[in-house]
């Protein structure tokens, strides 16, 4: 499961993690397995409309297999992440 926020930040929940969970409090119960923060955009012509203090994500989804992350944004980006697996790590990442 993946929520966006008003920082540009998505929240990625394991839900069978999440449903496993023992604790009581709420504030552990919804921390997120992961959280994707909005990438930095270096230069060119869609630096202003992609700056982080200025992106909300509206809606957000992920694949069936869990490989690619996609979201909307107000300004109306569609961005897509991809998940990527480093040889020398077990570790998952996005590129």
């Known amino acids: 499961m993946v929520v966006g926020d008003d920082s540009g930040n998505l929240r990625l929940y394991n839900v069978n993690e999440l449903t496993n969970r023992k604790s009581k409090s709420c504030d552990d119960i919804m ?3 992961r959280v994707l923060e909005w990438p930095e955009i ?3 012509p ?3 409309f ?3 203090e200025v992106v909300i994500v509206n809606s957000a989804c992920v694949s069936h297999d869990g490989e690619y992350v996609a979201c909307g944004t107000d300004n109306n980006l569609v961005c ?3 998940q990527i697996r480093d040889s020398s790590e077990e570790e998952m990442m996005l590129d």
């Open 31 to 33: 921390r997120p397995s």
């Open 42 to 44: 270096a230069e060119g």
């Open 80 to 82: 897509v992440w991809r």
């Open 46 to 48: 869609m630096k202003q």
């Open 50 to 52: 992609c700056q982080k």
